[in-house]
C-alpha cells in the first residue's frame, strides 16, 4: 500500500474543506443577512477552517515525495474512501464548535454532527433539527455551511481533487472508483474528463441560481436552492422545504417547482452524456438507453401517481379561487402536526363545527367562509395539470434523492407509496448524483431475468442480451446482479440491527404498532443507502431523525456513505486482507 498517496490525498481534502469554510464565514455578516447571534457560527467556521489547516499540513507533511505513478487499484479505493470519512469528520467540526441545539433544551452531540455532516456531503438531505429558522438555534453562517456541504459532495471531494491535481494513472484510477462508468466517455485523458464535469457541475449551480431569482428568490435562497438541486441534496433553508413558497406573494411556486424538475433530472443524468451534450452532440443523450429508459421511468410514475390521487383523493380540483385559499391558509406546515384536523366536507359549505384550527390559520380561513371537501392530508389544487405538475416533482425528488418536497406525500394512497419506493430504490442514472442502484443496472438486470425465464421454457434458443445494439458481457450483468443482491441485503440487515436498537423509541408516534414502526425503519434505512433522505411515517415530509438513537445515527452515517460511494470502496477498507495483500 503505497500510503505516501493516501497522506497527500488525505492533505488535499483537508485544505478543500477548510477553504470551503471559510467562503461560509461572510454569510454571518449583517450586510449578508446576519444578525448578532450570527457571531458564533462565524467563530465556529473560522476556529474549524484552522483545525482543517492543520490537519492537512499535517497529512501533507507525512505525504510528501508521493509517487504518483505508484496510485493502482488498491490505492484508489482506499483514497475515495478514507477522505470521504475525513471530510466528513471535518465538516461535522462547525456543528459541535457553534453550540448548536437540534430542538430548544437540547444541545446537539457528536453522534447528531456526524450525521447531519455525512447527510450533507453524501447528499442525502436527511436533518437532525427541528426548526432551522431560528437564528438563536441555527446560526446564518452554520446554516449556509449545511448548504456548502452538497455543493462539496455533488461532484465529490475526490473529482475536485482530480480535476486541479491529478494527473495521468493517479486521476484515473480515483475517478474510476468514484463514478460507475457505463458507454463511453468523451475524453481519453481523465484530467481532462475531469474538469469537462466540475465545469459542467458549475455551469447547471449557476444557470439555476439565475433561474430561482427570476423565480422571485430571494440571492441567498437562490444559490442554497441550487446546490440541493444540482447536488441532489435536499437541505433547504426553512422547515418546509420547497412548500416555504406557497404563502409567499412574490415567488412563482409554478415556477420554481417546474425549474426544480428540470434541473433534478438534469442532475440525475449520467454526466459523461451531459459531455456530449456540451460538444454539441445531443444524440449521444436521446440515443443513450439508460437516459431514455429513466425519463420513461419518470413519466410513467408520475402520471400514475396522479392518476391514482384523482381517483383515490390524494388530489381534490378546487372549484373556485376561494376554496384554494381556504385550503392553503389551512395547509399544515412541516412539523405541525396539530394544525388541522377535519371532518369531509363539501365544497362551498360553511366552515362545520368539526373543523379545528389553530388561532392564527382559523382567523384567515374563517374569513374566506368556505371549506373543501377534503382530508386533512390532501393536496388541494386549482386544475389536473397541478396535480400533475405536483405528482411529479415528488416522484422526480424521491427518485433522483433529492429530498425535497412541498406536500404531505406520504399520506397519499398505498398504491403511490409503493411507485415511490420503487423510485426510490431504482433511483437515477449512472455516473450522476442521484442515489439508488441506477437505471443501468435495473434495465440490466430485467434484461438478463427475462433471458432466463425465456431459457428455462425455450433452451433451444440462445439470445444475447444488449443494450444500445451492443452486446453485454456476462460478467457485467453479472456484477449488476451482485450489486442489486448485495444492496438489498444491506438494506435488509440494518433495518433487523436498527430495529432491535430502535424497539422502543422515544420518535415512536403513541399507539404506533409494530409494523408501522418496522415501515418507518425500514423506509428510513432504503432511504439512507438510496441517498435520498426523506422517506415514509415519522421520518417523511414532517419529521426528521433527530429522536432516534445515537448508535442509530452512527449506522445510518455508514448507510449514507455505502450508499454514495456505491458499496465496494467502503466494503473493501473493511476487510483486514484489503490491508494485508498487495
Known amino acids: 500500500m503505497n500510503t505516501r498517496i493516501l497522506f497527500s490525498f488525505l492533505g488535499i481534502v483537508s485544505m478543500l474543506i477548510g477553504l470551503a469554510m471559510l467562503i461560509c464565514i461572510p454569510w454571518g455578516l449583517e450586510a449578508f443577512g446576519g444578525v448578532e447571534a450570527d457571531a458564533r457560527g462565524m467563530l465556529a467556521l473560522l476556529k474549524s477552517a484552522g483545525l482543517c489547516g492543520i490537519v492537512g499540513l499535517c497529512f501533507s507533511f507525512f505525504g510528501r515525495g508521493a509517487d504518483a505513478s505508484r496510485l493502482y487499484r488498491r490505492e484508489g479505493f482506499a483514497g475515495v474512501a478514507l477522505c470521504w470519512v475525513l471530510a466528513i469528520l471535518l ?17 446537539l452531540g457528536f453522534c447528531d454532527a456526524i450525521f447531519e455532516s455525512a447527510s ?47 494527473q495521468g494513472a493517479r486521476g484515473k484510477a480515483v475517478l474510476k472508483v468514484e463514478h460507475f462508468v457505463s458507454g463511453n466517455v468523451p475524453f481519453t485523458k481523465m484530467r481532462t474528463l475531469a474538469f469537462s464535469l466540475v465545469a459542467i457541475y458549475v455551469t447547471l449551480c ?27 441534496g435536499g437541505f433547504t433553508p426553512y422547515n418546509n422545504s420547497v412548500g416555504q413558497f406557497d404563502s409567499d406573494p412574490n415567488v412563482s411556486t409554478a ?45 410513467g410514475a408520475s402520471i400514475i401517481t396522479t392518476l391514482v390521487g384523482l381517483r383515490t383523493g390524494d388530489f ?3 372549484k373556485s379561487p376561494k376554496d384554494q385559499v381556504a385550503a392553503t391558509c389551512a395547509k399544515p406546515t412541516m412539523g405541525e402536526f396539530d394544525v388541522l384536523t377535519t371532518s369531509k366536507l363539501n365544497v362551498g359549505e360553511p366552515l362545520a363545527d368539526e373543523l379545528t384550527l389553530s388561532s392564527t390559520v382559523a382567523h384567515e380561513v374563517l374569513n374566506n367562509e368556505t371549506a373543501l371537501a377534503i382530508e386533512t392530508d390532501a393536496t388541494v389544487c386549482n386544475s389536473r395539470f397541478e396535480a400533475f405538475r405536483k405528482s411529479m416533482f415528488h416522484v422526480v425528488s424521491l427518485a433522483t434523492g433529492a429530498g425535497l418536497c412541498s406536500e404531505r406525500y406520504e399520506s397519499w394512497s398505498a398504491t403511490t407509496i409503493i411507485v415511490m419506493l420503487i423510485v426510490i430504490f431504482i433511483g437515477g442514472c449512472s455516473a450522476s448524483t442521484a442515489g439508488g442502484i441506477k437505471v443501468f443496472r435495473a434495465a440490466l438486470t430485467f434484461k438478463v431475468l427475462t433471458r432466463e425465464a425465456e431459457r428455462r421454457y425455450n433452451p433451444s434458443v440462445v439470445r444475447v442480451t444488449t443494450i444500445d445494439g451492443e ?41 404506533q404498532t409494530p409494523i408501522e414502526t418496522i415501515f418507518d425503519l425500514g423506509t428510513g434505512t432504503l432511504a439512507m443507502f438510496a441517498n435520498t433522505g426523506l422517506a415514509f411515517g415519522n421520518f417523511g415530509s414532517q ?3 433527530s429522536c432516534v438513537s445515537d448508535l442509530t445515527k452512527l449506522i445510518y452515517s455508514w448507510a449514507m456513505i455505502v450508499g454514495r460511494l456505491e458499496i465496494w470502496p467502503v466494503l473493501a477498507i473493511c476487510s483486514v486482507r484489503f490491508w494485508r495483500n498487495r
Request: charge should be negative; aromatic fraction near 16%; hydrophobic fraction near 50%.
Open 91 to 107: 465538516s461535522a467540526v462547525p456543528y459541535q464548535l457553534a453550540g448548536l441545539e437540534t430542538e430548544p433544551g437540547r444541545a
Open 120 to 166: 450533507g456531503l453524501t447528499t442525502t438531505g436527511a436533518t437532525i433539527f427541528d426548526d432551522l429558522e431560528d437564528p438563536e438555534l441555527m446560526p446564518r453562517s452554520i446554516l449556509f455551511w449545511r448548504s456548502m456541504t452538497h455543493f462539496l459532495g455533488g461532484l465529490g471531494v475526490m473529482c475536485c481533487f482530480v480535476a486541479f491535481l491529478g
Open 206 to 232: 449557476f444557470v439555476s441560481i439565475i433561474w430561482f431569482l427570476i423565480c422571485g428568490m430571494s440571492f441567498y435562497d437562490a444559490i442554497y436552492y441550487s446546490f440541493s438541486a444540482i447536488a441532489l
Open 255 to 299: 415556477m420554481v417547482e417546474g425549474g426544480l424538475v428540470f434541473f433534478m433530472i438534469i442532475a440525475g443524468t449520467n454526466y459523461w452524456l451531459l459531455s456530449w451534450l456540451a460538444l454539441g452532440k445531443p444524440g449521444k443523450l436521446f440515443r443513450d438507453y439508460e437516459w431514455r429508459a429513466f425519463v420513461i421511468l419518470l413519466f
Open 316 to 318: 381534490v380540483i378546487a
Open 471 to 511: 452486446d453485454v458481457a456476462k460478467e457485467t450483468a453479472d456484477v449488476a446482479i451482485r450489486y442489486i443482491a448485495v444492496f438489498t441485503t444491506l438494506i435488509i440487515i440494518t433495518t433487523f440491527v436498527v430495529a432491535v436498537i430502535e424497539s422502543h423509541g422515544s420518535w415512536q408516534r403513541e399507539g
Open 543 to 545: 419529521g426528521n431523525y
